[in-house]
């Protein structure tokens, strides 16, 4: 490619000619038909000498003197008659020799002393080498801007083909050489570290001028394509020093500063270096910095802070410093190995707090005689009166009462604590939360009371009118029990206690509200699914059909004669509700007896096949007694009214001894014992007990108080209310729950669905059926799983690691089944049951017949004996 003729006017100011000049192809030489053809030639030297003395002036600053098309000529009939290496070398060494001069002049001379120790002259003199720096920075750029313009033909054709940098680029590579090295460079560096560190020390500097400094090494390069003058010298520096400073900083702030003051100082650092960096330091350095604040502020010290004593985590916490907490995650979220840290020290914090709560709920152990303490009310305890060991007891009970309460209110208390922490400081971490839950579940289920515990609770609160709470005040602490509840691995052992809890309440009619109650149903429901709140929910509808059986028969004795003893009759079906089939029982007075039996015939003839369980220690009655100065209704126990009246016809002079009084009720010696310490031995004293004390024991005796008085016209004695377990009780309630984690039924069922499972499998299914409840043992499922090997219900493969299922129900067991649910549609886990007994018993080679039909009257009377047992209560 080549250019064509181009006709050129020249203005000389003086006088003009005009010349038909040749252009150069590409590939450097001249063909002949482009050839100079007429006017005078171009002399090179002179026009070098022109054009050199224009640059000079353009140095000098009188570019406004000169023609940028005469100079534009000048550089462009070089280049174009072959003088492009004498123009491109002639220019680099007016450029040379300028900066040379300008750094002579104006760097040079600022060089900081450094023989000041004070650093607002430091400062000083630092700033005024950067600006000198920027104005021979600016006076070449302005310098090299005109000369790009003048020699653009230059750089279009002449470097391209040289190989060279254009005369812009070359203007930076000359200033790097003549203005950035030694001593200069020395100089400039230190100027820049020098301010840094006057800032990070807490003085005030000007930033823009390190700032345009900056900016001409972040231009620079040695190389075209390689790192700038900044990447390559000035960083490394910059980070080589702001190590030395913050290890030292790190360990020093360590040693004067709490743990607040710490994370404020350590913050502040990661902001002022995050400006810097922003402001007149490269972004690219911003994360290497903050590398190194993280190396030395941060990892070596994350567990000397958090665990600073007087002011850590703990102190943060109790003291509830929000912002302090919220400035610790942010600063350890910042390294892996920080939420680790906290994790950790927040799971200690918790097992400690825990550990002291546990601790404090130890408290007092008492005995079983010591807990059963009888009075007027909840608080009877504390108000009985007496001395000696009797008292001692009635505080030891309420204390151990109260530390039960205490207890679940303290771990809600906590639980709200750390929720808040974990809300407004934490930004709801979820890596934390489940920290959280796991330091909340391990402390609670150390304690081995925390069902019973969290059962109480509950029982506190449904209670009616107790400590004035209001519906919505309740609902909202049942809600946090339930975040408690969760943690608990033991939720059969809850539902033993609540079961025993709930039916208290719904026998003496203490509940606050039955929406309370079934509220506390649904949210457990919600827990633990319909299984777990199905027995439950049974003794509410045993109480509804109560209320309807009640009402059914006032109807039926106002069609007949009424019996002598108005009764109240709440009927129980005995796989619901918390008590064994043989309670307590006594001998019933003639009338009473004969209201119970009237009862019992209404009852019987509506429903046929059902045996009913009287239940007298569950019951209470109201009776109203005669004493010397004034008569009292008195609202005492079945037993207690059974122990009164064998006293009504008895002389006011005349006792009975305690062989007596049991030959007379039937009532074991631990139930009499007890009322009779109720009537004799409580605040009111009803009976008076001879010798007199707070202890019944066999060679006792007894007489009627006819001197009582009171100014309560109504009076409640030996209410029984919900206590804390002795330790006896609490073995014979771990041994029952133990007797129900039978794994059996559950590998059966699993086994009778898959057919053939491996060992691990069958293990982990179990597991995870049953977890929902309590947390199995592997060991106990192999036992029972080598129990149904033995029975013949399983068999183990050949392979020793599966197992195969062998039982299977013929159709007349099908249709049995059909049978049963037909007639007396029991729930699906009495069928199976049924089923289950009757397999068992073909599998001993002696089933109760192979006859259908007497089968089922087998199981017909297997169900009315057993599990359709109706359990009453006299109140």
């Not at 070098?48 to 002036?57: G, H, M």
């Not at 239940?615 to 079945?638: C, E, Y």
């Not at 007894?702 to 919900?722: G, M």
């Not at 017949?849 to 297997?862: I, P, R």
Request: glycine share 4%; net charge negative.
């Amino acid at each position: 490619m080549c250019l064509s003729d181009l006709t050129l006017s020249y203005d000389n100011r003086n006088h003009q000619d005009k010349y038909v000049v040749d252009c150069e192809t590409l590939h450097g030489h001249t063909p002949d038909k482009y050839k100079l053809k007429h006017g005078p030639a171009v002399s090179i030297d002179d026009t070098w000498s022109k054009l050199s003395a224009n640059i000079r002036e353009i140095h000098r600053h009188n570019a406004s003197n000169l023609s940028f098309e005469e100079n534009h000529r000048f550089a462009y009939n070089m280049v174009l008659h072959r003088n492009g290496e004498m123009l491109y070398n002639g220019v680099c060494t007016l450029v040379a020799e300028n900066l040379a001069e300008l750094a002579r002049v104006e760097v040079i001379p600022a060089f900081p002393t450094g023989r000041s120790d004070d650093r607002m002259q430091q400062t000083q003199e630092g700033e005024m080498l950067l600006k000198a720096l920027r104005r021979i920075w600016d006076d070449h750029i302005g310098s090299m801007s005109k000369l790009r313009d003048i020699l653009k033909y230059m750089d279009r054709v002449y470097t391209k083909a040289a190989e060279v940098p254009e005369i812009w680029d070359a203007g930076y590579i000359l200033f790097w050489k003549h203005i950035i090295r030694p001593p200069i460079d020395q100089h400039v560096y230190a100027a820049i570290l020098s301010q840094i560190q006057i800032e990070r020390e807490g003085y005030v500097i000007n930033r823009s001028a390190v700032k345009e400094c900056v900016d001409v090494l972040l231009v620079l390069r040695i190389d075209s394509d390689g790192p700038s003058v900044y990447k390559r010298h000035l960083e490394p520096a910059i980070l080589r020093d702001s190590e030395a400073f913050y290890k030292g900083e790190g360990d020093r702030l360590v040693e004067s500063c709490d743990a607040p003051e710490y994370l404020r100082r350590v913050e502040s650092r990661f902001e002022s270096e995050e400006s810097r960096t922003h402001h007149y330091l490269s972004s690219h350095t911003s994360a290497p910095l903050r590398q190194i604040l993280e190396n030395h502020l941060l990892k070596p010290n994350l567990s000397t802070v958090i665990n600073m004593p007087n002011s850590g985590l703990d102190i943060m916490i109790d003291t509830d410093k929000t912002d302090d907490l919220a400035r610790l995650y942010r600063l350890f979220t910042m390294v892996p190995t920080g939420l680790l840290c906290l994790r950790k020290t927040l799971k200690d914090s918790i097992a400690r707090r825990g550990k002291e709560i546990n601790q404090a709920s130890s408290g007092i152990e008492v005995g079983e005689e010591d807990i059963d303490i009888v009075g007027n009310d909840d608080d009877a305890a504390t108000k009985a009166k007496g001395k000696g060991k009797g008292k001692a007891r009635a505080v030891a009970g309420a204390q151990t009462m109260s530390l039960a309460l205490k207890w679940v209110q303290d771990v809600l208390d906590l639980k709200d604590m750390f929720d808040n922490v974990w809300k407004r400081a934490f930004q709801s971490d979820r890596d934390l939360e489940s920290a959280l839950n796991e330091a909340f579940e391990s402390f609670i289920n150390l304690n081995e009371k925390s069902p019973e515990f969290i059962s109480l609770f509950i029982d506190d609160n449904l209670k009616k009118g107790l400590r004035g709470k209001s519906d919505t005040e309740v609902d909202i602490v049942l809600d946090k029990t339930i975040t408690v509840f969760r943690y608990i691995t033991e939720k059969d052992v809850f539902e033993r206690y609540y079961k025993g809890h709930l039916a208290k309440r719904l026998l003496l009619g203490r509940s606050v509200s039955d929406d309370a109650e079934r509220g506390m149903l649904a949210k457990l429901k919600i827990e633990c699914g319909f299984q777990f709140t199905q027995k439950l929910e049974g003794m509410f509808n045993d109480m509804k059909i109560s209320n309807d059986h009640m009402k059914a028969y006032q109807e039926h004795l106002a069609k007949t004669t009424a019996p002598g003893i108005d009764i109240s009759v709440i009927i129980m079906t005995s796989t619901f509700w918390p008590m064994s089939q043989a309670g307590p029982t006594c001998t019933l007075p003639d009338a009473l007896l004969r209201s119970c039996q009237s009862f019992q015939q209404f009852y019987l003839s509506r429903h046929s096949g059902r045996r009913l369980t009287w239940q007298p220690s569950m019951g209470n009655a109201d009776v109203r007694v005669s004493f010397d100065k004034k008569t009292h209704d008195l609202n005492v126990s079945t037993f207690a009214l059974v122990i009164l009246l064998l006293f009504e016809y008895l002389p006011n002079d005349e006792f009975l001894t305690y062989e007596e009084i049991k030959s007379g009720t039937s009532i074991i010696d631990s139930e009499l014992q007890r009322h009779l310490q109720s009537l004799a031995c409580a605040k009111y004293k009803i009976l008076k007990k001879h010798p007199p004390g707070r202890d019944v024991d066999p060679s006792d005796s007894f007489s009627f108080n006819h001197e009582f008085s009171s100014d309560l016209r109504k009076i409640k004695i030996s209410t029984v209310v919900s206590k804390v377990e002795t330790g006896d009780e609490r073995k014979e309630t771990r041994d029952r729950i133990d007797e129900e984690r039978r794994h059996q039924a559950c590998i059966v069922r699993i086994m009778k669905d898959r057919k053939h499972m491996t060992h691990v499998d069958l293990t982990h299914e179990v597991t995870r059926q049953l977890s929902s409840r309590f947390h199995p043992v592997p060991n106990d499922i192999k036992k029972r799983i080598e129990g149904l090997i033995d029975r013949d219900y399983l068999e183990r493969c050949e392979d020793r690691k599966s197992y195969n299922y062998l039982v299977s129900l013929t159709q007349p067991y099908s249709s049995l089944s059909s049978y049963l649910l037909r007639r007396h549609e029991p729930t699906f886990s009495i069928v199976y049951h049924i089923l289950y007994i009757y397999v068992s018993l073909e599998q001993l080679d002696c089933p109760p017949t192979k006859d259908f039909a007497s089968t089922q009257v087998f199981f017909e009377n297997l169900i009315v004996s057993r599990y359709h047992t109706l359990t009453m209560v006299t109140r």
